[in-house]
């Protein structure tokens, strides 16, 4: 087995290939993020926090360029059922939606008419709601966002339902971050990653489970063997999650089956591909890609 991989679990073998290697596609960020792929693009697009901007990478001709600056130093990224960018904003404190022909739509930026601290992740259900974290990593400092005082009274996780109305769908996190559906959207992965902020806080990986009107029940330890931040899930339902310097795959049962080795600390990922088994990786300085033996799970 190549140095890239190790395998935990026998099962692992079959999510991989031993000689597809890590690719890197680009060097030149600060803290790369929110990796998010644009099928009818055949293009990656993510963020580049510290450097308030956006970058987009072609996979016709490998090129990289700027696709926003200045870009409200965005976060976490996502599209949803019509093809539309969807961006958690630290600057702006607001998720926005940019259309089809490059305008920019504010979908919420206050919640009980207070701003929110610094959207961080994201993610589109079928239904098309709109779910996204809020810790306060983009007004803690000037690196990621602009200082500022928190508005709201703790660090919550939010719904928006297709016709605009914002609901607190959870409270109980010190710093919740990266989330992901499983492919039937029944559970969702929500990472607290309060360690950065609490001493011997969390830093793991809670699942809840999904009722059909949006609402969460559970909430139970997924995983807690990582300083976990963004996760993504493959259409067997096995989450793959960035782990420090590494990829972590799971089995849907919590089984940790094996470790991506990145070689610098990993952020996030998404799968991608015009079969979507390439997936992405966003890890500090770096955008990298690994064919894969599975596909990732379809998001909207």
């Known amino acids: 087995m190549t140095p890239f991989y190790e395998i935990l679990d026998e099962r692992f073998r079959n999510c ?20 998010a792929w644009f099928p009818a693009h055949r293009a990656l697009i993510w963020s580049d926090i510290p450097n308030d901007r956006m970058l987009r990478w072609d996979e016709t001709t490998g090129s990289v360029g700027v696709f926003r600056h200045p870009a409200n130093y965005s976060n976490g990224n996502t599209i949803d059922r ?11 404190r607001r998720v926005t939606r940019t259309e089809h022909d490059g305008t920019i739509t504010v979908i919420t930026q206050h919640y009980d008419n207070k701003r929110y601290n610094s959207p961080n992740d994201v993610v589109v259900k079928s239904d098309g709601s709109i ?3 809020d810790p306060t990593y983009g007004i803690d400092t000037d690196y990621e966002g602009h200082k500022a005082d928190a508005e709201q009274d703790g660090s919550h996780v939010y719904r928006v339902d297709p016709y605009g109305t914002v609901t607190r769908v959870l409270d109980d996190f010190v710093k919740p971050n990266g989330l992901a559906f499983s492919p039937d959207e029944t559970r969702l992965y929500v990472v607290d990653s309060g360690r950065t902020h609490v001493k011997d806080g969390p830093r793991h990986i809670r ?6 009107d949006g609402k969460l029940t559970g909430g139970k330890v997924f995983a807690d ?20 310097e590494c990829v972590h795959c799971y089995e849907p049962d919590g089984t940790l ?3 991506i080795m990145i070689g610098e600390p990993v952020s996030n990922v998404c799968f991608g591909g015009a079969k979507r088994n390439r997936l992405f990786i966003t890890a500090t300085t770096s955008l990298y890609s690994v064919m894969l033996a599975v596909n990732g799970a379809k998001t909207f």
């Open 16 to 35: 991989i290939r031993s000689s597809a290697r890590i690719e890197k596609l680009y060097e030149g960020s600060r803290w790369a993020e929110g990796p």
């Open 131 to 133: 779910w996204f974290t």
């Open 225 to 244: 063997n990582g300083n976990y931040d963004g996760l993504r899930l493959d259409t067997d339902g096995r989450v793959w999650t960035s782990a420090t």
């Open 257 to 259: 089956l094996g470790k």
């Open 207 to 212: 699942v809840f489970d999904v009722t059909k």
């Open 82 to 92: 019509e093809g539309r960018l969807v961006t958690c904003e630290h600057g702006g």
